[in-house]
């Protein structure tokens, strides 16, 4: 069992460029979250699947974020365009249910100049 | 806001030592969770406790919990050197919302 697996581990990239964050989920897990974190406000909720269908997307702040989950096995996050205040680090996490436990991959740093 | 709330939000004890974390949450809920996160990782989850338990153990890890005062604590007994992390709660409430806190920063000494 691999985990759950994020690339790239870390982005630095300029403001008003296009970013996009990758995940595999564990197989057989049919939940998928993404979660950004900072020491402002902690671990926030930006939008979770099930079963590779948007179930809660309130949690994406503004329409420049966009997330997709083709097939069971892989999701983006998208960012475009991209500000310094998008700076954070963000997860993704796959469990069986929403009620199950989380298992989280190690994250994406990412930094907007 | 649903956020759950740690106490103390840092911590720093003698290996050996206990140590001892509270969360507070504001609603009635499934379950709850406890997390660690060690520096540029992601969380591992730890124990779950069901609304209808009160106490729950899992190696050197014992969890309570209090619904009528919204409460939990994460008890870490003998304290490790490798135990040095960030903790989270995490509660489920309604349909499928899950709530984190913001962590408690715990420092092992050796």
């Known amino acids: ?113 | 806001s649903q956020q759950g709330e740690e106490d103390p939000q840092a911590l720093s004890i003698q290996e050996g030592e206990n140590a001892t974390m509270n969360c507070s949450y504001k609603t009635s809920i499934n379950n709850l969770q406890w997390y660690r996160q060690n520096s540029g990782r992601g969380l591992v989850h730890l124990i779950l406790i069901r609304s209808n338990e009160r106490e729950k153990h899992s190696g050197r890890l014992r969890v309570t919990l209090d619904t009528s005062k919204k409460s939990s604590s994460l008890l870490i007994t003998a304290s490790r050197a490798a135990d040095t992390a960030s903790y989270f709660c995490a509660f489920s409430y309604g349909n499928n919302r899950l709530a984190f806190g913001k962590g408690n920063q715990v420092v092992v000494i050796p």
């Open chain 1, 1 to 113: 069992d691999a985990g759950v697996i994020q690339s790239p581990r870390h982005e630095v990239t300029e403001m008003g460029q296009e970013v996009t964050l990758r995940c595999k989920p564990i197989s057989g897990h049919n939940s998928l979250f993404w979660y950004r974190q900072t020491m402002m406000r902690g671990l926030e909720l930006l939008i979770y699947f099930n079963n590779n269908v948007p179930i809660d997307d309130s949690g994406m702040p503004e329409d420049r974020f966009s997330a997709k989950m083709p097939n069971a096995s892989f999701s983006t996050l998208k960012i475009q365009p991209s500000e310094p205040r998008d700076s954070a680090v963000y997860f993704c996490a796959s469990s069986t249910g929403f009620i199950s436990p989380l298992h989280f991959g190690n994250g994406t740093r990412l930094t907007v100049t």
